[in-house]
């Protein structure tokens, strides 16, 4: 099965400042079916990206996905209170769907 | 308005079967989708458990192939999950989802429900 390899752990930042995330897969993704989600505690996950690069409805337009093949990258361009949650990657094209282990991204 | 809930015991006895039911309101799961089952613990993280086509086809992870039974119950507008033999490492917060498949993302997610496996 595809390892999925999340960088930071943890990601200390500021309201209004840029934040990116890190997911290497240790192979390549098929499809690049890389999804990525936000869980806040006590919560479900929910979908922001899904195929790399595609945001779910509703998505504010600062969450953005980015990358193919086995790195991808998601930004979030400023950051607001709502937005410090863990954020997770999937793969879904290569059963079993895999996830990393998560990015905390919390206040600095 | 789509929804999904998850309902069943809260607490399973080692070498039992955890038995958990997702009823799906707002749609009947008979017309589309896959729907599927993710779990999530503090040791494994988010796991897919595996996935059934609205037409019933289902798909299963390989490491839990041996102990899951997935089905669905379009009179109720329900799917359900069964694990047989459960331990300790079966402790987790337990979703449904819909569209958990090799071609779609999970875009809608229950509540969660929790379920601890001891004596």
């Known amino acids: 099965e595809i390892v999925l390899t999340q960088s930071p752990g943890t990601l200390s930042l500021s309201p209004g400042e840029r934040a990116t995330l890190s997911c290497r897969a240790s192979?390549?993704?098929?499809?690049?079916?890389l999804a990525w989600f936000q869980q806040k505690p006590g919560q479900s996950p929910r979908l922001l990206i899904y195929?790399?690069?595609n945001r779910d409805g509703g998505v504010p337009d600062r969450f953005s996905g980015s990358g193919s093949g086995t790195d991808f990258t998601l930004t979030i361009s400023r950051l607001e209170p709502e937005d410090f949650a863990v954020y997770y990657c999937?793969?879904?094209?290569?059963?079993?769907?895999?996830f990393g282990q998560g990015t905390k991204v919390e206040i600095k | 308005q789509m929804q999904l809930q998850e309902s069943g015991p809260g607490l399973v006895k080692p070498s039992e079967t955890l038995s958990l039911t997702c009823t799906v309101s707002?749609?009947?799961?008979?017309?589309?989708?896959?729907w599927g089952w993710i779990r999530q613990s503090p040791g494994k993280g988010l796991e897919w458990i595996g996935s059934?086509?609205?037409?019933?086809?289902?798909y299963y992870n390989p490491s839990l192939q041996s102990r899951v039974t997935m089905s669905l119950d379009t009179s109720k507008n329900q799917f359900s999950l069964n694990l047989a033999s459960v331990t300790a490492a079966d402790t987790a917060v337990y979703y449904c989802?819909?569209?958990?498949?090799?071609?779609?993302?999970?875009?809608?997610w229950g509540q969660g429900t929790r379920v601890t496996v001891s004596s």
């Open positions: 059934i086509h609205h037409r019933g086809n289902t």
């Open positions: 707002g749609f009947s799961i008979s017309s589309a989708y896959y």
């Open positions: 195929a790399a690069s």
């Open positions: 192979q390549s993704v098929s499809s690049n079916y």
């Open positions: 999937q793969q879904y094209g290569s059963p079993p769907g895999t």
């Open positions: 989802a819909r569209g958990v498949s090799s071609i779609s993302a999970a875009g809608l």
